[in-house]
């Protein structure tokens, strides 16, 4: 812990992270940014001085990312009806701000491929990415043609778990990746290149599962 002789703004920023709780690899990355690029003119210095001077900065990196908006759905159980609340943003527009970012523009798979090894006589097909895939191959096939009005098919890659966001919010996460991009981008670091899209809640059983017969366990299961 700096002390007073190491100077002031070292204690202050040591007791903000203290207060904060800010974990080991967060405080690296603001050391990064407070030592490094944030206040370098040449990679674009951070101006924010106030409050006020942070939120339309905020408002504007929103128009990157989609936002996460509320529903419900109800269904009835065992004559009763139930509402459950969940959080999820709108995968279609997480697309388009795929599509039209320029940063993919040479990325971007629109459409599958085929890819054969022909050694001598022998003919082998070669899988190595979705695009490959027969699935993709046709499901673009099925497609219905218009050439006044071109049309692809987008590979979605749908992973849930059954786990919690956190230990504070019960609720199962779903994220979404997108398979129209190649694999060295869509399986990168970190949440490997998946947007969380989608916050279910957990359904809790209103009866005691030991209690219950086949037929009650099976009905509550269709409920989930």
């Not at 947007?195 to 009905?219: G, I, N």
């Amino acid at each position: 812990m700096p002390t007073p002789s190491t100077g002031e703004a070292l204690l202050h920023f040591a007791q903000l992270n203290v207060d904060a709780g800010l974990s080991a690899a967060f405080t690296k990355r603001m050391l990064k940014g407070v030592t490094g690029s944030w206040v370098d003119p040449g990679h674009g210095k951070v101006t924010f001085s106030s409050l006020d001077d942070y939120k339309p900065g905020l408002e504007a990196a929103r128009n990157w990312v989609p936002e996460f908006k509320k529903s419900s759905v109800s269904e009835v159980y065992d004559g009763k009806e139930y509402t459950f609340d969940f959080y999820y943003c709108a995968p279609w527009q997480w697309i388009l701000s795929l599509v039209t970012d320029a940063t993919f523009t040479k990325h971007l798979i629109w459409y599958p491929v085929k890819k054969y090894l022909h050694d001598d006589n022998i003919v082998t097909q070669l899988y190595d990415d979705i695009d490959s895939g027969e699935s993709w191959w046709n499901i673009q096939n099925a497609l219905q043609h218009n050439p006044d009005l071109p049309h692809c098919f987008l590979s979605l890659h749908i992973w849930l778990d059954k786990g919690k966001v956190s230990t504070a919010v019960k609720l199962h996460p779903a994220l979404l990746q997108a398979g129209f991009l190649p694999g060295d981008i869509r399986n990168g670091s970190g949440n490997r290149g998946a947007v969380l899209f989608l916050m279910m809640p957990v359904v809790e059983d209103p009866y005691d599962p030991k209690s219950q017969k086949e037929a009650q366990k099976t009905a509550f299961a269709f409920l989930k």
